[in-house]
Nanobody
Framework: QVQVVESGGGLVQAGGSLRLSCAAS????????MGWFRRAPGKQREMVAS???????NYADSVRGRFTISRVNAKNTIYLQMNSLKPEDTAVYYC????????WGQGTQVTVSS
């Protein structure tokens, strides 16, 4: 059993910042990649950012330069620092862990007001 728990969502004004955290625990043998997806109302789920066990990062064009993903391998934890937030960043943010099976968290709501 693997648990993936996100935290750090909330309500912020446009231009503000939030930091999301995701911690994986349980029967984890080897985590390869961890990442963040989001689903906005009425839209499809989209990849936001990912980070490999070696620290290689990947970002969606819509967040590159504003969001930063980081990872602490020893804690099976990743973070998403979100700066210069825009109303279009409003979504439920989900953490995913590949080890290599996929494990998803329950999601955390991020709301950016204009």
């Amino acid at each position: 059993q693997v648990q993936v728990v996100e935290s750090g969502g909330g309500l912020v004004q446009a231009g503000g910042s939030l930091r999301l955290s995701c911690a994986a625990s349980g029967r984890i043998f080897s985590i390869k990649t961890m990442g963040w997806f989001r689903r906005a109302p009425g839209k499809q789920r989209e990849m936001v950012a990912s980070i490999s066990s070696g620290g290689i990062t990947n970002y969606a064009d819509s967040v590159r330069g504003r969001f930063t993903i980081s990872r602490v391998n020893a804690k099976n934890t990743i973070y998403l620092q979100m700066n210069s937030l825009k109303p279009e960043d409003t979504a439920v943010y989900y953490c995913v862990v590949y080890s290599p099976a996929e494990y998803w968290g329950q999601g955390t709501q991020v709301t950016v007001s204009s």
